[in-house]
T-cell receptor, first 111, second 113 residues
Framework: ELKVEQNPLFLSMQEGKNYTIYCNYSTTSDRLYWYRQDPGKSLESLFVLLSNGAVKQEGRLMASLDTKARLSTLHITAAVHDLSATYFCAVDQITARQLTFGSGTQLTVLP | KAGVTQTPRYLIKTRGQQVTLSCSPISGHRSVSWYQQTPGQGLQFLFEYFSETQRNKGNFPGRFSGRQFSNSRSEMNVSTLELGDSALYLC????????????FGPGTRLTVL
């Protein structure tokens, strides 16, 4: 059974600081996704990572994937308040064709 | 292009009742998946439909069922509601089965009293 673990679960950080969210998964995966969820809202797709060594960046967020270590990271650079949200990683296996989500990281950026 | 739409957005039901939720995918998307989100269990996969056929099912009891219509719209039904069914139900669509990013709708918030 595929398991996806995220850490930390809760993260408070000061504006302007850098931090990394980690996502470990237990079995070989075909794709890894990062989603953002604002309170009471749906999931917004941030990144899709398809292969080992993949790196994608959008604004202050950068995601990377190491398939050998079964690890993805979401790095936040110079955080701003607007980044406050819950971030989920999710793993997709084509053979199973279902997203398995991590527990989410609730990020709060303090002024 | 319009996103995934779900109706209704909010529902209040009592135990033992049944409920039907609706999802309209992004135009041109043929695959629809359903997920349940609760504070305790997080996001869990319910099922996926493609070409009016259920292609994959998560670990939920038979009270949870769904279907997909020829226009790719999908419905899910929960019968004999239990308190634990209170959740946000999210629908996601993707272009085809087995590929592509899933795009999520706003969800239906179901409260069972």
């Amino acid at each position: 059974e595929l398991k996806v673990e995220q850490n930390p679960l809760f993260l408070s950080m000061q504006e302007g600081k850098n931090y990394t969210i980690y996502c470990n998964y237990s079995t070989t995966s075909d794709r890894l996704y990062w989603y953002r969820q604002d309170p009471g809202k749906s999931l917004e797709s941030l990144f899709v990572l398809l292969s080992n060594g993949a790196v994608k960046q959008e604004g202050r967020l950068m995601a990377s994937l190491d398939t050998k270590a079964r690890l993805s990271t979401l790095h936040i650079t110079a955080a701003v308040h607007d980044l406050s949200a819950t971030y989920f990683c999710a793993v997709d296996q084509i053979t199973a064709r279902q997203l398995t989500f991590g527990s989410g990281t609730q990020l709060t950026v303090l002024p | 292009k319009a996103g995934v739409t779900q109706t209704p957005r909010y529902l209040i039901k009592t135990r033992g009742q049944q409920v039907t939720l609706s999802c309209s995918p992004i135009s041109g998307h043929r695959s629809v998946s359903w997920y349940q989100q609760t504070p305790g269990q997080g996001l869990q996969f319910l099922f996926e439909y493609f070409s009016e056929t259920q292609r994959n099912k998560g670990n939920f009891p038979g009270r949870f069922s769904g279907r997909q219509f020829s226009n790719s719209r999908s419905e899910m039904n929960v019968s004999t509601l239990e308190l634990g069914d209170s959740a946000l139900y999210l629908c996601a669509s993707s272009l085809n089965f087995g590929t592509d990013t899933q795009y999520f709708g706003p969800g239906t918030r179901l409260t069972v009293l």
